[in-house]
C-alpha cells in the first residue's frame, strides 16, 4: 500500500513558476512509477507526466511538452512536478499518482494523492 501527499499549490500569475511535490509512504515507492494528473472544472481527469522507477524514463502530454519537467528522488520517496511558463489554461487539480507496473504509461495507475489545486491568474 502506497499513501500519497501532494503539496506547492497555489496561485500565481501568467509565466511564473511552481514546484509541485508529491511524498510517498512505503517502502517500495522506488519500484513503482510516478505520474501526475490534473482536473479542472468541468473537464475529465488528464495525463499531464509519468517517470519510471529510476527516472530514466519520462513521458509528457503535449499541452505541457517543453514547460513541465517531472523528477523524483527515491531517497526522500518524493515525486516533483516543476511548472514553468504557466497559463491560465493550467489552471486544476493536480494529482499524484503511483503504478504498480515498471512501464511508463498514461493509465492504470494503483494509488492516488487528494490532490493540490493549481491556479494561475492572467
Known amino acids: 500500500q502506497v499513501q500519497l501527499v501532494e503539496s506547492g499549490g497555489g496561485l500565481v500569475q501568467a509565466g511564473g513558476s511552481l514546484r509541485l511535490s508529491c511524498a510517498a509512504s512505503?517502502?517500495?515507492?522506488?519500484?513503482?512509477?510516478m505520474g501526475w494528473f490534473r482536473q479542472a472544472p468541468g473537464k475529465e481527469r488528464e495525463f499531464v507526466a509519468a517517470?519510471?522507477?529510476?527516472?530514466?524514463?519520462?513521458r509528457y502530454s503535449d499541452s505541457v511538452k517543453g514547460r513541465f519537467t517531472i523528477s523524483r528522488d527515491n531517497a526522500k520517496n518524493t515525486a516533483y512536478l516543476q511548472m514553468n511558463s504557466l497559463k491560465p489554461e493550467d489552471t486544476a487539480i493536480y494529482y499524484c499518482?503511483?503504478?504498480?507496473?515498471?512501464?511508463?504509461?498514461?493509465?492504470?495507475?494503483?494509488?492516488w494523492g487528494q490532490g493540490t489545486q493549481v491556479t494561475v491568474s492572467s
Open positions: 499518482a503511483a503504478r504498480r507496473s515498471p512501464i511508463v504509461a498514461e493509465v492504470d495507475y494503483d494509488y
Open positions: 512505503g517502502r517500495t515507492f522506488r519500484t513503482y512509477t
Open positions: 517517470i519510471s522507477w529510476s527516472g530514466g524514463s519520462t
